[in-house]
Nanobody, 133 residues
Framework: VQLVESGGGLVQTGGSLRLSCTTS????????IGWFRQAPGKEREGVSCIRSSDRTTYYSDSVKGRFTITSDSAKSTVYLQMNNLKPEDTAVYYCAVATAGYLCGHTINMRSTGRIISEFDYWGQGTQVTVSS
């Protein structure tokens, strides 16, 4: 199983980016596919997650109303549309997959690198998002 993130970059406050997470060797069934982020010196935290079985979506309070997660099972890709970006959104963004659909709700408000990494089975390499003020 491989996860490859793309779409990160440098953007000004108020700008938008769309991240993509393309998976291979994996078929969406009843899984949690999440986006997490980690800023320098901080714990990894949940950003958004989608349950593949019914496409239920989850968002952390800090991004609710600004970010939208979608999935395209035909392309085995999950997207994170990020609008109205703020400097505090600056971080490395990671895509991850857990072969258990309930983990979206369990981890979305989690802020613990160790616990988050242990809950998800597969991780991408991360993509940098930098929002300038």
């Amino acid at each position: 199983v491989q996860l490859v993130e793309s779409g990160g970059g440098l953007v000004q406050t108020g700008g938008s980016l769309r991240l993509s997470c393309t998976t291979s060797g994996f078929t969406f069934y009843d899984d949690s596919i999440g986006w997490f982020r980690q800023a320098p010196g901080k714990e990894r935290e949940g950003v958004s997650c989608i349950r593949s079985s019914d496409r239920t979506t989850y968002y952390s309070d800090s991004v609710k109303g600004r970010f939208t997660i979608t999935s395209d099972s035909a392309k085995s890709t999950v997207y994170l549309q990020m609008n109205n970006l703020k400097p505090e959104d600056t971080a490395v963004y990671y895509c991850a997959v857990a072969t258990a659909g309930y983990l979206c709700g369990h981890t979305i408000n989690m802020r613990s690198t160790g616990r988050i990494i242990s809950e998800f089975d597969y991780w991408g390499q991360g993509t940098q998002v930098t929002v300038s003020s």
